[in-house]
């Protein structure tokens, strides 16, 4: 069997004759041109496949098919066929059976749309062993900032095949989140960017994992937010003691749910979404005592939370539903409260008319801030009387490295009393009476025998 080098020229140039002819590449093995009587050109690969017991020659593609514009007859892409072939071959595997299975896994790809992809998947978050924390919120978050969106043509995101989804795509969704406004101020959303980027970037290494929807790579890999959103600024809002005073003052006017639910977070010191899931089963009235299980925290472990009297009594009078068992609900007990964003504006505006009440000025206004403020306000506060050890444990911040080892002390006790310290400051704050809260470098200081018996004697102030 002659073979000679093909090229683009000598293959436009090979004229039909009476029978049909083949022509065969030196280059790739294999690889011919058939010339029917009609002039109708094909490519073909001559070789023994699986099975067979002789050699057969069988059709690749049509000349033209694949061409370019550096490739006008096809040659390039049909060497790569040829050699892919031969490979197959080599391996005892049938190569038009592979292709038609990469047909119809192609096919079924065009049918993975990105909204079918997404719906598998909020399925997965809700049933996987470790169910995730908060799956409502991080499924509404993905919707509204990723999935539901449109794409740069203006058509929707959601209709492509999943395997069509690019980088660009993903990065045009995040900085049009962060350029976003926070309700009532001239702030962008970086974090809600970040938040966005990261929970698109675990749906798509998800979606690449299962091996059922054809994307065989993430278009986040090798991505970090930092790239295209810069370095997180820390934040360091927190409540004074003025601020603290008008925002119970404004949570009294927001009422149940809401005006509650706040409070409780910043008594407690927990997360936003904790203490609005909080379920009546998860609090011990008697003892005090509020567990939230591992599948609504952070870290996947159960949290121990001690109730101070004045969170106790939010609590009980909070109205018992028939439906369900939500403490802080608005469908009558069946699903936690919701609507965060439009609740905490309600509360800035009605502290900002407290605040302009009180100084006379109109245009007074104070710092924007969110509710996980309230959170580190909590945090911040105790610091002042208890260690930090102690204070991480409150707010539910797990030990690192060799510590978290050894260190299994609960500090239950310990943490029961600064919760209600604290509480009893916020009293003193809003009723502008005095509370004794010891600093704890002196609490440790008068906890030791010898400074106690001098103390006992007078001596010692």
């Known amino acids: 069997m002659a073979k000679i080098k093909l090229t683009d020229a000598k293959v436009r ?59 006008p007859v096809g040659l390039e892409a049909a060497r790569t066929k040829a050699r892919l072939w031969y490979q197959a071959i080599r391996a005892g595997e049938d190569p038009r059976v592979s292709e038609k299975r990469q047909q119809r896994l192609r096919a079924e790809a065009r049918t993975n749309t990105l909204a079918a992809v997404a719906a598998d998947y909020f399925v997965h978050i809700r049933t996987r062993e470790k169910p995730m924390s908060r799956p ?25 095949p999943i395997v069509d989804i690019t980088w660009n795509d993903v990065k045009r969704a995040v900085l049009s989140k962060k350029a976003e406004l926070r309700r009532g101020t001239d702030q962008p959303k970086a974090a809600a960017g970040r938040t966005l ?57 927001l009422g149940y749910p809401f005006g ?24 011990d009235f008697a003892r005090a005592e509020w567990i939230v299980p591992a599948r609504k925290m952070k870290m996947k472990d159960p949290h121990f939370v001690p109730l101070a009297p004045q969170v106790v009594e939010v609590l009980s009078r909070a109205p018992r539903h028939n439906e369900g068992q939500f403490v802080f609900s608005g469908t009558g007990g069946r699903e936690p ?77 310990e943490r029961r009393e600064v919760l209600r310290r604290w509480a009893r400051e916020v009293e003193s704050i809003v009723t502008k009476k005095p509370a004794e809260v010891i600093p704890f470098s002196a609490a440790a200081r008068l906890k030791k025998p010898g400074l106690m018996r001098l103390r006992r004697r007078g001596s010692l102030k």
């Not at 675990?202 to 994307?215: C, D, I, Q, R, T």
């Not at 509650?260 to 609090?283: K, N």
Request: proline share 5%; with cysteine; net charge positive.
């Open 337 to 413: 409260v919701s609507g965060f964003s439009k609740a905490m504006k309600r509360l800035r505006d009605e502290m900002n008319a407290l605040h302009r009440e009180e100084t006379g000025n109109p245009k007074a206004e104070l710092e924007h801030f969110r509710c996980h403020d309230l959170r580190r306000t909590c945090r911040s506060k105790i610091s002042r009387y208890t260690t930090q050890e102690i204070a991480e444990l409150i707010i539910a911040h797990r030990p690192k490295g060799i510590v978290a080892v050894y260190a299994l002390y609960d500090f239950a006790d």
């Open 197 to 253: 980027f990261r929970l698109t970037r675990a749906f798509l290494n998800w979606a690449v994992e299962e091996e059922a929807y054809g994307l065989k790579a993430s278009p986040c890999a090798g991505r970090r937010p930092k790239g295209i959103l810069g370095t997180a600024e820390p934040r360091k809002r927190w409540l004074k003691d003025y601020e603290i005073r008008l925002f119970w003052k404004a949570t009294e006017r």
């Open 13 to 71: 140039s090979l004229r039909p004759r009476e029978k049909p002819f083949d022509l065969w590449d030196s280059d790739a093995r294999g690889l011919g041109v058939h010339v029917s009587p009609t002039g109708l050109m094909t490519w073909v690969y001559y070789g023994r496949l699986p099975g067979k017991k002789s050699p057969s020659r069988v059709a690749l593609a049509p000349v033209g098919s694949g061409a370019t514009e550096g490739d």
């Open 136 to 160: 409502d919120e991080v499924e509404g978050t993905l919707r509204r900032g990723f999935i539901d969106t449109l794409d740069a043509d203006g058509l929707p995101l959601n209709e492509r």
């Open 260 to 283: 509650d639910m706040l409070r409780v977070c910043l008594l407690t010191g927990q997360r936003r979404g904790e203490v609005a899931s909080i379920e009546r089963d998860e609090v």
